[in-house]
């Protein structure tokens, strides 16, 4: 009786541990390597460390401080005197005889033997410059060279040892999205460190005909300007210069010189205290959707040479307008903006290779040009002709007349044919595309045109929707196209 107790004792303990173990929901056993795979944590991400190229980069970087003198004119002291001998006895103060504008910007030593580059606009008109490493450490600096057009400028400072440098880097390699570094002085606060990323490249922001900025959003403010934008090497890969913002303050919109293009200035500046350009002698355009479509381009790129110039290299080598550069000198013209940097950097006196295509009855034929390029003076650029814009469906909106010597000569108008714009409707597609009245005509879809009737009969021909391209000629402008679909 015993035994059978015991037995049943045993069998409702075991069925009892059964039904324990179902409801805590006991898991099954695992092998060794089951569970290291189980308990692996997920890999963390972290933020890089700067300190380390900061620590490197900070000794390199100065706070540059301009001072401008201003001198009294001698009629103001004079109009002083003058009121101090009429009311002798009344105490007037003393009227300085000259006044300092000072401003505060960044600028970092390139070459341990002095040199520091700079925003030209720190030291624009500056008759003293002051650079500090720190509180103790200060030198007068002494201007190199400078260029207005790409803003920046060379100074040179006597140490008397070996400076701590920067080295500019590659600007073409760094990607949208890296992280960079912005070291200077806003505010007057120096040695001031701020991070972010590039937000964009090649932004055009009107400063410059060379425009071609790296945007970031690492916070950059007045007195920032000259200092250096960094990436992960510790390399300079851009020249801090300007903001966008409504409050004069940090908008996460900051704009850099690319390190690339200031290695070209630097080396002349260096050399011979300014830089020398090359000057092809052409004045140049947007191919935008509805000139590439006229020209029968599959894309819109190169650059559409709206203007040649007199006695200019491109005159010389045999360029038209009409020709759309689309290589220069072994390199792709992709964006007209891509050309006058080309032109700028070529030696004068050096041979280029110039491939355009050029309109021949309807079709777009390769043409390759060797062209001996000339020095830039004070008045010769690339310049961009107007651009016009896309408009579809909507009324042409001209009045048009012959334009005669007698009305050109009327008008004070340089040439003397070509059909002149004499209205034009608002809210048509001639005005939504820029015409004014006082334009001329040269052409139309590439065929010269002399008389309003011969420009009528041509337009007539043009079928709904096709396009239309327009050579205008604009006093003080020159000339330039103007392309849209017809009604």
Not at 154 to 172: E, F, N, R, W
Not at 182 to 210: D, Q
Request: net charge positive; proline share 7%; glycine share 10%.
């Amino acid at each position: 009786m015993r035994k059978k107790i015991s037995l049943l004792l045993i069998v409702f303990a075991f069925v009892g541990g059964i039904v324990v173990a179902s409801c805590f929901n006991l898991p099954e056993s695992t092998s060794a390597e089951e569970k290291s795979a189980t308990t692996q944590e997920k890999p963390i991400v972290t933020l890089p460390d700067f300190s380390p190229i900061v620590e490197k980069a900070i000794p390199a970087v100065v706070n540059i401080s301009s001072t401008k003198v201003f001198k009294l004119p001698p009629q103001t002291q004079q109009l002083y005197n003058f009121f101090r001998w009429f009311f002798p006895g009344e105490p007037f103060p003393e009227v300085p005889r000259e006044f300092k504008q000072k401003s505060l910007g960044s600028g970092f030593v390139i070459d341990p033997d002095g040199y520091i580059l700079t925003n030209y606009h720190v030291i624009k008109g500056a008759d003293e410059i002051i650079v500090s490493f720190s509180e103790d450490e200060k030198y007068k600096a002494k201007i190199v060279g400078k260029d207005k057009k790409t803003d920046l400028a060379l100074l040179k400072i006597k140490a008397g040892k070996k400076l701590p440098y920067l080295t500019l880097g590659d600007s073409d390699k760094i990607k949208i999205g890296s992280w960079v570094i912005a070291i200077g002085n806003p505010f007057g606060l120096s040695h001031t460190v701020t991070h972010g990323i590039i937000s964009a490249k090649g932004r055009v922001i009107g400063v410059g005909p060379y425009d071609n900025f790296l945007q970031t959003d690492a916070p950059i403010n007045p007195g920032n300007s000259g200092g250096p934008l960094l990436d992960l090497n510790g390399e300079v890969i851009g020249i801090n210069t300007a903001i966008f913002t409504k409050t004069g303050q940090s908008a996460g919109i900051g704009f850099a010189i690319p390190s690339n293009l200031a290695k070209t200035v630097v080396a002349q500046l260096k050399t011979k205290g300014k830089v020398v350009r090359g000057w092809l002698g052409v004045k140049i355009q947007k191919v935008t959707p509805a000139i590439a479509k006229s020209f029968g381009l599959k894309k819109p790129e190169g650059a559409l040479i709206a203007q040649v110039l007199k006695h200019t290299p491109a005159e010389r080598a045999g360029l038209r307008p009409g020709d759309i550069i689309v290589e220069y000198d072994g390199k792709k013209v992709k964006s007209y903006r891509d050309l006058p940097f080309y032109v700028a950097s070529t030696p004068p006196g050096k041979k280029v290779k110039i491939v355009v295509l050029r309109p021949r009855k309807g079709k777009l034929k390769k043409i390759t040009f060797k062209v001996k390029i000339a020095e830039m003076g004070a008045k010769g650029e690339i310049s961009e002709a107007p651009e016009g814009e896309e408009e579809a469906l909507k009324k042409i909106g001209l009045s048009l007349k012959t334009l005669t010597p007698e009305l050109a000569s009327q008008l004070g108008i340089s040439i003397q044919k070509g059909v002149l714009i004499t209205k034009v409707e608002p809210g048509s597609v001639a005005e939504e595309n820029g015409l004014q009245r006082g334009d001329v005509i040269v052409e139309i879809n590439q065929k010269e045109v002399k008389t309003a009737s011969q420009a009528k009969r041509i337009l007539s021909r043009v079928k709904s929707g096709e396009p239309i391209l327009l050579l205008i000629y604009r006093e003080n402008e020159g000339t330039f196209w103007v392309a849209f679909n017809k009604p």
